[in-house]
């Protein structure tokens, strides 16, 4: 099977009470860690890169490499998405180059040209069977170079995605209910809560509309102990209930963005690896450990948050 788009993906995610996961992409073990999980557990997926994955890797070897991994596995739906997008220019680039999803972050600009931007990509993809997701609201933390703090964040308002999304014709809408990027998102000893008020709001504005929830990585505790107890300094880093993100992907969210878990579990495998014998210096022999760390991650996601095993096909 060639990519596939997310919207026959997201209809079933919508109808089943699932979400799909979106995991970002940077290098090969990364790439092969998820679609190994992926496809032991007949699960689509969709793989995202970055605006700084691009620059890190060069689109056309992240390309290649998801390429790649659909030849291992023929049958399995992966989407490859752009995530992120800041310009109509990289959106038609990725257009141009084999994804066939990308999400246009016009969040920080005013209401308006958040829409006027979205829809000339909207119109662009469209024509050429490329979806686009969309953002309203400001979630905090940093992307890219990008650095936005809980001060200037600001959650998503129900009375506008009405709106938005008739305006622009987009496929789908990240909002923002108190995630964040990054994995330092709660402060230690508070009651960390995501906004279901606001997302309940939205679904009733917007019925069958698949939302985006983006920072919902939950920062697993065992690999950052892992990564501290190896030379590490990852103080308080704190993640997403992984509770709230099961109840969140029962809802209107049919794609749940993951990106510092598997940062986590690659860090976490390479530290142990090298710690446990100074002698190695073969990237092959810790690479593998990362690597295998990042399969397990995306597999216990796919079982036990996103709901979304054996839902390939
Ligand atoms: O949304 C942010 C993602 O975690 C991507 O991060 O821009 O450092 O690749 P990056
Ligand atoms: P995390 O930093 O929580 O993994 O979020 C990733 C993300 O939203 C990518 O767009
Ligand atoms: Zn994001």
């Not at 079933?12 to 073990?29: L, P, S």
């Not at 992120?84 to 990725?94: A, I, R, Y």
């Not at 690999?223 to 308080?236: F, M, R, S």
Request: net charge negative; hydrophobic share 40%; charged share 25%.
């Amino acid at each position: 099977m060639a990519l596939v788009t997310t919207t026959e993906m997201f209809k079933k995610a919508y109808d089943g009470g699932y979400a799909i996961g979106a995991f970002n992409v940077n290098n090969m073990e990364i790439v092969q860690g998820i679609t190994d999980a992926a496809w032991e557990l007949k699960a689509p997926v969709i793989l995202q890169a970055s605006a700084g994955a691009r620059k890190y890797a060069n689109s056309v070897y992240l390309v290649k490499l998801v390429e790649a991994a659909l030849e291992m596995y023929p049958e399995l739906p992966v989407a490859l998405h752009l995530d992120h997008g800041s310009s109509f220019e990289l959106c038609k680039d990725c257009i141009d180059n084999g994804f066939t999803s990308v999400m246009i972050d016009a969040s920080g600009k005013p209401f308006d040209e958040n829409i006027a931007i979205t829809k000339q990509v909207v119109d662009y993809a469209h024509e050429r069977g490329v979806v686009v997701e969309a953002e309203l609201g400001t979630l905090a933390g940093i992307e890219d170079d990008v650095k936005v703090s809980a001060e200037d964040s600001s959650y998503t308002n129900p009375d506008d995605v009405q709106e938005f999304v008739e305006r622009t014709g987009v496929d789908s809408l990240a909002i923002a209910i108190g995630t964040s990027h990054g994995a330092y998102k709660f402060k230690p000893g508070t009651d960390p809560h995501l906004r279901f008020d606001i997302l309940h709001e939205v679904e009733n504005r917007l019925p069958g509309f698949p939302i985006v929830l983006h920072g919902a990585s939950s920062v697993p505790q065992e690999y950052v102990k892992i990564i501290n107890e190896h030379g590490g300094a990852l103080k308080d880093a704190l993640g997403v209930p992984e509770d709230q993100l099961r109840e969140a992907a029962r809802s209107a969210v049919c794609k749940i963005n993951i990106d510092s878990d598997l940062r986590l579990g690659m860090t976490a495998g390479v530290r142990q690896a090298l710690a446990e014998d100074p002698s190695v210096f073969d990237p092959r022999t810790y690479l593998k450990v990362g690597r295998a760390n990042v399969k397990a991650i995306v597999a216990h996601k796919i079982k036990d948050v996103l709901g979304c095993e054996g839902k390939a096909f």
